[in-house]
């Protein structure tokens, strides 16, 4: 299993929940935590997809084939909104 | 408990406010090679695309949020002809009129320290995980609730 982190509106998709925890296979791949988080939560997967919200792996933000362990700190980004 | 160094002070995400005049000396005092001092202040407005804003409060990610601002400070240092730049933002609740960021840099010239001011207000908000919730009339708004 994985932690995945959400910030700003995404806790509004998953019930208020701020953190999910999520299956995670030998040799997954951010692809491949996506998908089941589409499976999960339908309207959070189509952010995911249109990029809209990023995926961040160790506060940097990770790609499609970014490779995932259990230990890895993942956080789901909503765009932006820091300033004035 | 870690020992705050200097470059730390300089680039901070915090609840509390913080004085303009002490960040001011704060970038001042760094050298004395100074002679232009650029400042952008973001303050919390009562409106927002047309509808009314009671107050608001920032979320960020911890650590994350830090290491953006200290990269902003970092590359505003190394592109532009600066000689410092101290960024910081506030998280928690914030009351209209209240303070929310402040980039101050500092440099030889002012056209120097006005183009690096404002392309450290702009990166901030492009690379900086942090989210704005508005508290409206109408209800709670995460400001880009529809990404």
Redesign the interface.
């Known amino acids: 299993m994985v932690q995945v ?1 959400l ?3 995404l806790k ?1 998709l998953v019930a208020g929940s701020n953190i999910l925890e999520m299956p995670l296979a030998d040799g997954a791949q951010v692809k491949d935590l996506v998908d089941s988080l589409q499976a999960q939560y339908p309207d959070l997967g189509e ?1 995911l997809r249109q990029k ?2 990023v995926v ?1 792996v160790n ?1 940097e933000i990770a790609h499609w084939e970014t490779a995932l362990v259990e230990s890895d700190e993942i ?1 789901l ?8 | 408990m870690a020992v705050e160094t200097e470059a730390d002070m300089l680039v901070r995400v915090q609840l509390e406010n913080f004085s303009i005049d002490q960040e001011l000396e704060r970038v001042r005092a760094r050298s004395t090679k100074i002679g232009g001092i650029a400042m952008f202040l973001g303050t919390a407005r009562d409106h927002s695309k047309g509808h009314d804003v009671s107050s608001m409060a920032f979320e960020h990610y911890e650590g994350m949020a830090q290491k953006k601002l200290k990269e902003i400070r970092e590359r505003a240092l190394q592109d532009f002809d600066i000689i410092e730049a101290l960024v910081l933002h506030r998280y928690g609740p914030i009351e209209i009129g209240e303070n929310i960021v402040l980039i101050i840099v500092g440099a030889e010239h002012r056209a120097d320290a006005f183009k690096a001011c404002q392309w450290c207000i702009d990166e901030l908000k492009k690379i900086t995980p942090i989210w704005k919730m508005e508290y409206t009339p109408q209800g709670d708004v995460w400001v880009e609730e529809h990404p």
């Open positions: 982190r910030f700003g509106m509004t952010l809209k919200v961040s506060q956080a980004l909503p765009p932006f909104a820091g300033g004035a």
